[in-house]
């Protein structure tokens, strides 16, 4: 199917193809007419073809959605589903249309369970992938502001483009709902819900006696209906993950996997690149949490480093770019917001970098004269500064952005890692 460019064609082609489905004749490398069966929409016909083998398909589907926390998320959930049944899941966060009807192709007929994450690129992309999908379980994580440009600058038009999982799901499907958002808490559903919390006792599954020390969290998951606790140790940082963890259980349990098995799963769960992820290299500290971002998700990683253990001469220092560039006409308000909020918080030293963030930093500064803010457009300006920090492998560097801010790069550059290639 030719649904991008002309070179993805010829590579499939030099792969092994026999034939291709194009609105044009297709050419091969020598520029000879290559085996082509026209079709005046290639892309709608590829869907149309998704939706034939989902309706054939035994599995059950899984869609997760949400502004942030989906990926991971869904990985959780992949431990625990593998745990007891034969599982296909989406690689990383492969999440637009053409992956998912890509995907679809590839349940098999000893697929038990199918785990897709589905993410938004423009008004009415996750109707189209919910409509291919038809999930008998559906995830919704939170409703943020990420990709609020493409909605008229409002939550509620978010909010009803991710409840397209819910109005295409399959007769009879239930869906997960983290009732501590507001709006998922308050919206209607056609299907029954089941909802998770990160402390709600209201909730049917939530979480108690939270311990988070250096990257590790300790606690307890409640059943609400059977009055049942079960001890979970997950090591990754973040009060974030005790909700992604508490919505992995919860679905494991209604497909009707063992408590201990699930807790058992959970536990092999680690984070990895540059999500959410601590690691102490040659004696120095880092949190790296730059794969993307969200105002939640920076409040997430200061709560996260004053959980992380420094040396009483040490300083917390948060590298913190651009968060999203399709924040639309909220851009300013919102890194704004962000700046003020981590005034407070246990940051000792700021770099801010980009246009955007620096917003951040004049917040910061205008509420906490004691903090040390620098602000930057020039990455090798940047890199400078932090390369001072690590020098004394006391302080705990921490790097939250926007993917388009490249902060990955930053660490490559730093560290010799291979983070962002």
Sequence with gaps: FTLRSEGDTLKAIEKGAVAAVSAEQVLDVNGAPFPTILCQDPQDLFRRLAVITREQSQAKVIAITGSVGKTSTKDML???????????????????????ARYIQRIGHDTQVYLQETGISKPGSIECTASMLQPNYFVLTNIGYNHIGYFDGKQENILHEKLALDRRAAQG???????????????????????????????????RDIQEKNATLSFEIIQSSLGTATPVTVRVPGLHNVLNAVCAFAVGRELGIDPQRIAEALGEYRSSGVRQRFIELNGQQFYLDCYNASEAAFYSVARTASAIDIPSDGKRVLVAADI???????????????????????????????????????????????????????????????????????????????????LSRTLDNLLGTPYFL
């Design 324 to 406: 999203d560039d399709k924040l639309g006409d909220l851009t300013e308000e919102i890194h704004r917001r962000v700046g003020a909020k981590l005034a407070q918080s246990d940051f000792d030293v700021f770099y801010c970098y980009g246009a955007h963030a620096a917003w951040i930093g004049e917040e910061v500064k205008r509420a906490n004269r004691s903090k040390k803010v620098v602000c930057t457009q020039d990455r090798a300006e940047l890199e400078k500064h932090v390369a001072k920090h690590m020098r004394s492998k006391r302080d705990l560097l921490c790097f939250k952005g926007g993917q388009h801010m490249e």
């Design 78 to 100: 992949q431990l625990v589903i593998e745990s007891s049944f034969e599982t296909l899941t989406s690689r990383r966060n492969q999440n637009g249309i053409a992956q998912v």
């Design 173 to 207: 499907a239930k869906g997960f709902v983290n009732i501590d958002d507001p709006l998922l808490r308050d919206a209607e559903y056609v299907h029954e819900v089941v909802s998770y919390s990160l402390e709600d006792t209201q909730a049917d599954y939530y979480a």
